[in-house]
């Protein structure tokens, strides 16, 4: 008797019970308000991110950057930018803004050359 209720016992754990498991229910994500954090992240990877310490016509310094050192960027006059999801201006930027950046690298000099600028909310506006 007591080898069948073991046997019972060691094959019920086994065996899923109904109610366990998945469910067809879609996961409702702990931040809706902003998205997928999975989506977001994917569109962020590949792009230079930083926090603005000084502005210049041709120059951004950034701190708190991905590499961990205060880096400067190239800025001409092809440079686009981006606030909020709409075109905007350099002149928008400000010291303390989070930005992200598409980046060109100078492969003789290392000299890194910002193609596009991203300031505010960026996830849903950053394409390739």
């Given at each position: 008797?007591?080898?069948?209720?073991?046997?019972?016992?060691?094959i019920s754990l086994l065996v899923p019970w109904p109610g366990q498991g998945?469910?067809?229910?879609?996961?409702?994500?702990e931040t809706a308000r902003f998205g997928n954090p999975t989506m977001t992240a994917r569109q962020l990877q590949d792009l230079f991110y930083g926090v603005v310490k000084s502005l210049g016509k041709k120059e951004i310094v950034l701190e708190k950057t991905m590499v961990g050192v205060d880096q400067n960027i190239k800025?001409?006059?092809?440079t686009k930018y981006t606030a909020d999801g709409a075109p905007s201006t350099l002149d928008k930027l400000?010291?303390?803004?989070?930005?992200?950046?598409r980046i060109k690298t100078d492969k003789k000099t290392g000299v890194m050359q910002a193609e596009r600028v991203y300031s505010g909310v960026v996830a849903p506006t950053v394409r390739k």
């Open positions: 008797m007591r080898k069948t209720i073991l046997w019972v016992f060691a998945q469910t067809d229910k879609p996961i409702k994500s800025l001409n006059e092809k400000k010291v303390g803004d989070q930005v992200w950046l």
